[in-house]
């Protein structure tokens, strides 16, 4: 007989796990952004590492404020610090990009309820709330790409204090964005350039090729559900396509639609997380094509020059509309066992 | 996902990554008697039988021990020649207790038993062979454990037009499948005749994963002939071999030119089952042992073993090489195995088999995270339930809201969903004790109308 005196485990089943872990995902989700991250700082200099490096601090410093501190090795605040950097003017001002990052995290996530329950992306709250409170230093704070001075300057806007008035504008360096450009009436940035993201921008939104290879990574790796952003940008291309038929003056072709403002960074890295996307494939349909409506919409007939901000609130704020219509039905009774 | 052709039967699922395939697992080695055999008189999933027998009693191998009284009791049988120690209550898990026979098995038995009567299946009438089925005592070998001539006799009520043989290998790491595709293929040929025999059906589907295609199709042409099964072979998910999505998944389809079926026309009967059959109705044999699979890093020698019933779990697991301190070990394989607290219980009829996991093998599960609503187990989930927000539920209490809205009494706990959850939310784990705490509210107004 057996000795009695062996210590058996009792674990619940199954014994197996797939290995799919959160913090991976996170991970996986970094580097997917790294080329643009490299790429940014090249293009703009020290004032976008500074923006990146800033947000980062701000969302980790408030995570460590709400959350018990294991919940830093989730890599979650990491990410949404790096992609609210990405998402910023380059020449932001520090200070704003702080409190940005730490509104991001200390509202946009634990006012909601921690990981996992925000109903809007943390990373929107914290641009919406820099957007709202800020509008000209964030239509201003625009670097134009490759400029000489930039790696070794920062620009004046970015050190500005709290509060005080304005700075100069950057030696008048100051871009316009290729989608302000085109409201303005302007035939916008060369096609190239809108792509490969030498043209005035976000920190990381400008390469809308190098977010593209960031999402095939995450597709790749299985972290998204590709339909998301297929569904998205499908819906905005042919959209956009549309409307440059329809009248090719106001409104840009179909790539310089899909190369230009957030848009990559919007559909492969924002409406894709799964907190604020619906849980059924079914439902990932449906959302992707109801944000890539509204990014068209919102930027054709709005006067906003950027849509994709608020088309990803709006298509969050469906997703538990999406979710109970797309709620799985079982398989008829006996089907199992 | 499938882009184009048929709907799958069922969207959900995993696939499991490929356990690598040895030599041996397709062999059957057989258990010594252990000194002590423990036979509960409730075996399997139905009412206990009768015991015949009292303490002190000489028995000799496949003498009947108890007898079924009773529509779901199955007559049992005993596994060794040898004297009958005592016969004692225990606490059995569904029945409150049942009566346990002790039996001190004979030093040097040889294991070889000339059985009875041989039932010929083209010789014996229907009823015949369903008769000898029943007093055999045998149950169902794929993890259901039922009786199997009662399942025959709801089969027959029922008019099935379609005999599924069921060949998929229900847990990952466990190979009866290939074994008994290769050591018991004569059995599994007469095991389908006996009961193509006792449903009166003459259609007959086998249904393989991929990586036993090979093998049954080798059975099949080297059959001498008769009415052969079609066969389905299947890429491998997991769990597909569950008998009512196999089901599912055949009847869809035309199988080598024969119509489709609707589901509710067949009955499934694992591989295993068939085997045995065929085994104990030409050699005039009671269901004495079984085939199992012993698996795990825990073991030095894992594989299959036909084991006598009432070999207590640890003795076989030494038999195969047990390294000191296992981690666990796991009545059932590691998708839906339970953890075992001692492992002096009995292997009883319809076990499959036992996997011993040594320490450091599965990497400790990481706390659980709150769940970031990825969809991954809804996706998984083979019954389209709603796994995420069954847990949503399961923590806030809420069991009514679980059962009525979101059909948590479906949920047969296969664990894909655990499996797939990043956040490692012990999700099955949650649904147990949720199904648990809902039947004790439904139970308590009935107590209290009582009282
Ligand atoms: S354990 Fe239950 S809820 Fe989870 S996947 Fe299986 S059937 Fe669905
Ligand atoms: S797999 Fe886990 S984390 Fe994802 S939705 Fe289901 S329960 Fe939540």
Redo the contacts with the bound molecule.
Sequence with gaps: MMPASRRLRLVAAPHLHGGRAVPRLMLHSVIALLPVTVFAVVVFGLAALATIVVAILACLLAERAFAPPSALGDGSAMLTGLLLGLSLPPALPLWMVALGGFLAIGVGKHLFGGLGAPVFHPVLVGRVFLQAAFPAAMAQAWVAPLTGARATELPATSLALPFMSPAAPYDGLSGATPLTAVKAGDTGAPLADLWLGTVAGSVGETSALLLLLGGIYLVAMRVIDWRIPVALLATVAVLGAALHGLDAERHPAMLTTLGSGGLMLGAWFLASDPSVSPMTRRGAWIYGLAIGALVVVIRQYSGQAEGVMYALLLGSALTPHIDRWTRPQPLPEGAER | MRVFGRRPAFSGGIRLPAHQRREAEATIRQLPFAPRLLLPLRQHAGAASTAVVRAGDEVFRGQLLARADNDSAVPLHAPATGHVLRITEQPDALAGTVQVIELAALAGDTQEYTGGESHDPDRCSADELLAAIHEAGIVGLGGEAGSTHRRLVHARERAVRVLVINGIEGEPGFSRVPAMLARHGADVLAGLRCLRKVLGVERAVLAVETPDGAAARNLLEAAPGGTLPALRVLPPRYPQGAAGLLVRTLAGGAVDGHPAFAADEAVVFSLATVAEVGRMLSGGLAMTDQVITLAGEGLREPGNYRVPLGTPVGFALEQAGMRPEPDRVLAGGPMRGQALAALDRPIVKGATGFVAVAAGETADVPASMPCIRCGECVA????E?H?AE?GFLARRDEWQAMVEDFHLDR???????AYVCPSHIP??QM?RTAKAQWRRAQARPAVEAAT
């Design positions: 998984a989930c083979p019954l339930l796994p069954l949920c047969f706990e296969c664990g894909c969903c999700l099955v649904f």
